[in-house]
């Protein structure tokens, strides 16, 4: 199974996109619920966000340097 | 080292008990980033065995109240994880029925109080709970619920205070996790071991290892004996560590790295799990059990039904069961044919009602500052003297601390008792707002309509030569707060039907008494002081809540006032054919027979002692500008300055009769030009 993982609401300020700085895996590599995937800047710091599931790093959707609003997909995880 | 003693069975279930705390936190943890939850969320990650330490040392019929971070207290007394789940994405099904969330949920059924969220503000409401107890002689405990950052709040000091006294059965349980939100303890307290604190009150504290499940059950247990024993209350410090952020957008950048791989190292669950020797075996059967509940959970809450908009309005107040009584008054003093009846002031109407509600309900006690003392006043005004002797255990005389014993009124009136709480000075509620406003008011509505407050307060009003801090009317800052009811009687005869009926509602209701209107006698008389006495029937009666009562019939005008008001506007009216109505009921305000009066007349002179602006009155004006446009409406009331003391600006700032007619006298002309 695959799942999406969306960009999560960590701004203080609401409509407010956030930056992917970098990716902390790479496709392909194996992941873990809880393992921090990627760094992004919020309105108020820089912070890590987790995965969401066991399995496989499918796809990286948007890239380091981006900014997406909320809700966007960043990356595809094939489930284990 | 007390291993050995505790059979397997009950081993795995602490563990199995905690594991299921840890993921359901991660499990909400993840829909959040998913996107799919909404609100906000308070996590325990790393925390789980205080709460299934101290839960598990608790009966079934035990009670607990908890916090914004209350998932795992929830889970560890025994809600199941798909009340809360459903609670926690705002389902008609939740534990609360959508009502409270994240920071409320609660089970009544199952021994806890909606979470809340007011730093400390469950520990005075636990404290009440305990004092229940006490006074029907039940065995029950509680166990309160708080963080490191609620020792610095008066209602800590306040609720512990009162604990100690009556030596209640309550269990204070501070789970010391090092940070206030993002705040250090050693930054907000010059000493930071918090279980010191209970020495100073006259009780035991002691500090646990917060992240040893066995090590909190057991000191748990004694602390439950020793509460069952009437040995209470005990503070139990829980060191511990969160793992997560205070809320969900907080990624913990005050957390030293060091500092948190040093906790991790002592993580409760890992821990537990080699003390006991947890096997792979048994660990694969635990995970894939809670993992099958979660999921369920999950799947089940994504489609659980939401309220229906036209709920929104449910669960405000309580329906209470009625106690039937000889005469219910409609608008106007009743009495039955043939009924004796004798004249008396508001101050002995009031001890009378309270004395036949004490005599009538054991549920029913007074508690306040100097309310009972043997040669002391009998409060402020006298309305409860002499009342200790009848009634020794239900006359409550608290410490000088009215956040504290109105968050206990408000946990007694929740475990059933029927509380009378009183401030000497009106001036004082806002100390005590909070429990009024923020538990007393709310717990109906968020606990999706299952506790209910049947709590009675009073508080004297008016500008009686006493400055600006004892003088204030208080309505306005308590008229429109959903679930709470007020009243304002201005005559005997209401104010005992009122407090009659206030005390059988099953709600949060509170009377405003004025000074001037007591009738005290003695050295409690006060100068300036108006004849509100009234023929009071020997038998039982009641003025309904939310009916107000017309004292004069006239054609031209309206002059709606309330309180000492109502006296002033009687006198005015005399000349000018006004009709005068007692508005009486406050919240809510009785429309039909302002309605009635004033179509009829087509002016209204809303009369109020206290600021203009944001008043009373500003509400009544816009209620019948809204309903009934063609009517004329004008305020007499005091300029937006504090109730000043010397006699001669004291007079200038409280509406008169003189002021009155003026106001009547303008609106009549106004009309008529």
């Not at chain 1, 194996?30 to 496989?56: F, H, M, P, S, Y």
């Not at chain 2, 909404?38 to 205080?50: D, K, M, V």
Request: with cysteine; aromatic share 6%; net charge negative.
């Amino acid at each position: 199974m695959d799942l999406n993982m969306k960009m999560p609401d960590l701004a203080t300020n609401e409509g407010v996109e956030l930056g992917i700085t970098r990716w902390l895996v790479t496709e392909g590599d194996a992941v873990k619920r809880g393992q921090a995937l990627l760094e992004v800047e919020t309105d108020k710091a820089v912070q890590e966000v987790e995965c969401i599931a066991n399995g496989t790093l499918k796809t990286i959707h948007v890239q380091s340097g981006q900014k997406v609003a909320v809700g966007t997909i960043i990356a595809t995880i094939k489930v284990s | 080292m007390s291993t050995p003693t505790y059979e397997r069975k009950f081993l795995l279930d602490l563990y199995e008990r905690m594991v299921l705390v840890r993921e359901f936190e991660d499990t909400v943890k993840f829909l959040f980033l998913e996107g799919t939850m909404p609100g906000t969320i308070h996590q325990c990650q790393g925390q789980e065995a205080t709460a299934v330490g101290v839960c598990s040392a608790l009966a079934p019929d035990d009670w607990i109240t908890s916090t914004f971070r209350g998932h795992g207290h929830a889970l560890a007394k025994g809600l199941s994880p798909q009340e809360l789940m459903d609670e926690l994405f705002g389902a008609e099904t939740g534990c609360c029925k959508g009502r409270g969330g994240s920071m409320h949920v609660g089970n009544m059924s199952k021994g806890m109080v909606p979470g809340i969220a007011i730093v400390a503000g469950g520990i005075p409401l636990a404290a009440g709970m305990a004092l229940s107890f006490k006074m029907e002689n039940k065995p029950h405990v509680v166990a309160s619920f708080f963080g490191d950052g609620a020792v610095a709040e008066g209602a800590f000091h306040e609720g512990v205070n009162m604990a100690a006294i009556w030596n209640l059965p309550v269990i204070l349980v501070c789970e010391n996790n090092l940070y206030g939100a993002s705040t250090h303890v050693d930054l907000v307290m010059k000493n930071s071991r918090i279980s010191d604190r209970a020495a100073s009150y006259g009780f035991r504290g002691e500090t646990v290892d917060g992240n040893d499940v066995l090590a909190v059950y057991e000191a748990a247990q004694k602390a439950v004996a020793d509460c069952r024993a009437g040995k209470g209350p005990v503070l139990l410090e829980l060191l511990t560590y969160r793992r997560t952020g205070h809320s969900r957008r907080d990624p913990c950048h005050y957390q030293p790295k060091d500092e948190r791989e040093a906790w991790a190292q002592r993580d409760p669950i890992e821990r537990f799990a080699t003390k006991i020797g947890v096997t792979a075996e048994e660990h694969e059967i635990i995970s894939t059990r809670v993992q099958k509940q979660l999921a369920e959970a999950v799947e089940r809450a994504k489609a659980a039904p939401h309220p229906d908009v036209s709920g929104l309005t449910e669960y405000v107040f309580a329906e209470a069961p009625p106690r039937p009584t000889a005469l219910v008054e409609q608008s106007n003093p009743v009495l039955s044919p043939g009924g004796q009846t004798r004249r008396l002031g508001i101050a002995e109407a009031l001890r009378e009602g309270i004395a036949e509600e004490m005599a009538a309900d054991p549920r029913v006690f007074c508690i306040g500052e100097d309310i009972g003392v043997p040669g002391g006043w009998g409060g402020a005004f006298t309305v409860t003297l002499g009342l200790e002797k009848k009634f020794p255990d239900r006359l409550v005389n608290t410490p000088i601390a009215e956040l504290g014993f109105f968050g206990l009124a408000t946990g007694a009136a929740m475990m059933g008792m029927r509380p009378i709480a009183d401030v000497q000075y009106g001036d004082f509620l806002f100390l005590a707002s909070d429990q009024i406003i923020n538990n007393a008011a709310k717990l109906r509505y968020m606990s999706g309509g299952t506790a209910s407050v049947p709590l009675v307060m009073r508080a004297p009003v008016g500008a009686t030569g006493r400055g600006s801090q004892h003088a204030q009317n208080m309505e306005r800052y308590f008229t429109g707060v959903p679930g709470l009811k007020v009243v304002a009687p201005s005559n005997a005869y209401d104010a005992k039907g009122l407090l009659k009926a206030a005390l059988r509602d099953g709600n949060p209701v509170l009377m405003f008494e004025h000074k001037l209107l007591y009738g005290s006698k003695g050295a409690r008389a006060e100068g300036g002081a108006v004849d509100a006495s009234s023929e009071i029937p020997n038998e039982d009666y009641v003025v309904p809540l939310g009916k107000a009562a017309v004292r004069r019939e006239g054609q031209r005008v309206t002059v709606l006032a309330w309180l000492l008001m109502v006296h002033y506007a009687m006198q005015a009216a005399e000349d000018v054919d006004a009709e005068v109505i007692d508005v009486r009921s406050l919240s809510p305000i009785d429309w039909d027979t302002i309605g009635a009066s004033v179509r009829k007349t087509g002016r209204a002179v809303i009369v109020e002692e206290g600021p203009i602006t944001g008043g009373v009155g500003a509400e009544i004006a816009a209620g019948i500008a809204e309903r009934w446009p063609q009517v004329r409406v004008s305020r007499v009331a005091s300029p937006d300055v504090p109730v000043p003391f010397t006699p001669v600006l004291e007079n200038a700032y409280r509406p008169d009769a003189r002021r009155i007619l003026t106001g009547v006298r303008q609106i009549l002309e106004e009309s008529h030009g």
